[in-house]
């Protein structure tokens, strides 16, 4: 696409959907009537044949969990992104306090969400051509179509955005507090295994429908509140009492919900919040444990 074409497409790029690190999103309607998401993305270091070969990678990636990449302008200092719209917009807005979202995720649609996210990052750790990390899931970063069904966005940005290094050696902490598995701050290499930690935290608020930086003063105090409750929730799955999975799943879910389902999102999210990235499973392994729960 031209720039000029994006400037038409989003009425001069009026309709703000979104802000991150990694540039705005806009809404855009194309000539053909389709609405889109369009990003403006910011930091981009790469020559324009890069960009073009990184995105000609992306927009093949094809999943039914993943956001459709469909065009990209490279206009000059230009770089932005062009890829599916979604009316019901992000997982975030049903997650915050329930005055600010007028619906409620029912137990159903949350586990079904779940497993769309871990087989959408199962495809892209193992099945599609380009072993590709996303660096960033977070509510934000799943899109819900008009059945609630989830799709993951964002997910070429770590190649897109890369500053020079590889990803054996990322200089650059990526992600958002919260959600950044223990690694990125120290001098470990970032293998898939930050994409698992993130889904453990993405795990643990579609259980309690609040979120993590919701639960603490500051948010340097994010990680300290989970060490503590995956040693709370280890020691609890231990034991056989069913009664307490009750007071830890959302209130405003109605009674009861799937013990079965919500024991296994629970022991999920446990093993993926693990320290020590090794002991963390694959999302292949993920969307393996869900299936079994499923219905």
């Given amino acids: 696409y031209t720039y000029r074409e994006l400037v038409s497409a989003t009425r001069k790029f009026k309709d703000d959907l979104g802000r991150g690190a990694s540039g705005i999103v806009y809404k855009g309607v194309l000539e053909d009537n389709r609405a889109v998401a369009v990003k403006k993305l910011a ?14 990678v992306i927009s093949r990636i094809y999943h039914m969990n993943l956001v459709r990449v469909w065009g990209f302008c490279s206009d000059g200092p230009h770089r932005i992104l062009v890829s ?20 409620l995720l029912l137990w159903k649609q949350r586990f079904d969400i779940a ?5 959408g990052l199962a495809y892209l750790h193992h ?10 899931v977070k509510p934000e970063n799943i899109l819900l179509d008009q059945t609630f069904e989830p799709k ?3 997910f070429g940005l770590a190649k897109l955005l890369n500053r020079g290094g590889s990803t054996q050696n990322v200089s650059h902490v990526r992600g958002t507090l919260g959600y950044i598995a223990p690694e990125w701050v120290s001098s470990l290499p970032i293998t898939a295994k930050v994409d698992v930690y ?6 643990l608020e579609l259980l309690t429908g609040t979120r993590v930086s919701e ?16 040693r709370m929730l280890s020691a609890k799955l231990e034991g056989e009492e069913q009664s ?26 446990v093993s993926c919040l693990e320290e020590d990235r090794s002991k963390r499973p694959t999302m292949e392994y993920a969307v393996q444990t869900l299936l079994s729960a499923d219905d």
């Fill in 127 to 136: 099945e599609c051509s380009e072993w590709v990390i996303h660096c960033d």
């Fill in 84 to 103: 599916e719209y979604f009316e019901n917009g992000s997982l975030d807005k049903f997650l915050s306090d329930i005055k600010s979202s007028e619906i």
């Fill in 215 to 230: 639960l603490v003063e500051g948010p340097g105090e994010v990680h300290n509140m989970l060490r503590k409750l995956v």
């Fill in 43 to 56: 930091e981009i270091n790469q020559s324009e044949e890069e960009f073009q070969h990184e995105l000609t």
């Fill in 244 to 269: 307490w999975i009750d007071g830890f799943v959302d209130s405003k879910l109605n009674r009861p919900v799937n013990y079965l389902q919500a024991r296994t999102l629970i022991k999920l999210a």
């Fill in 115 to 119: 497993l769309g996210v871990a087989r």
């Fill in 152 to 154: 993951i966005t964002d």
């Fill in 198 to 203: 993130s889904y453990g935290v993405v795990l």
